[in-house]
């Protein structure tokens, strides 16, 4: 693997750790965030916090199961991020609404990270 390809693992874990823990330490940050049809949002970010840690420990372990684990994650997650764009565009900030709808389409090569994060 390039030296590149070598820090992919540690940034997705790093990522997954972090945001694993603030949705434990304090979910409120992410219920907003949780599509509106869906019920018992702080059990949801909850949930998807411990499957955040859960995927960061098989990540910094390099387990293949942890990246194929993550992508899945993201990809499962990524309605949340679709809902704080457009409720984003509520709000009065110019820069909270673009940052919002850039985060969009940086879930793809998070996911493409996290597929190459496991042991070859």
Request: glycine fraction near 6%; charged fraction near 10%; charge should be positive.
């Amino acid at each position: 693997m390039k030296a590149t390809g070598s820090r992919l693992p540690w940034i997705v874990a790093a990522a997954f750790t972090v945001s694993g823990v603030i949705h434990l330490v304090h979910p409120a940050t992410f219920t907003p965030i949780v599509p509106r049809f869906l019920p018992w949002r702080t059990g949801l970010v909850e949930t998807s916090g411990v499957a955040e840690l859960t995927c960061a420990a098989g990540l910094w372990r390099r387990d293949r199961w942890a990246g194929v684990a993550a992508a899945v994650l993201l990809v499962a997650i990524w309605p949340a991020n679709l809902q704080q764009a457009i409720t984003a565009q509520q709000g009065h900030d110019a820069t909270t609404k673009v940052l919002a709808w850039i985060r969009l389409p940086l879930q793809v090569p998070l996911i493409w990270f996290a597929l190459q994060s496991g042991k070859p």
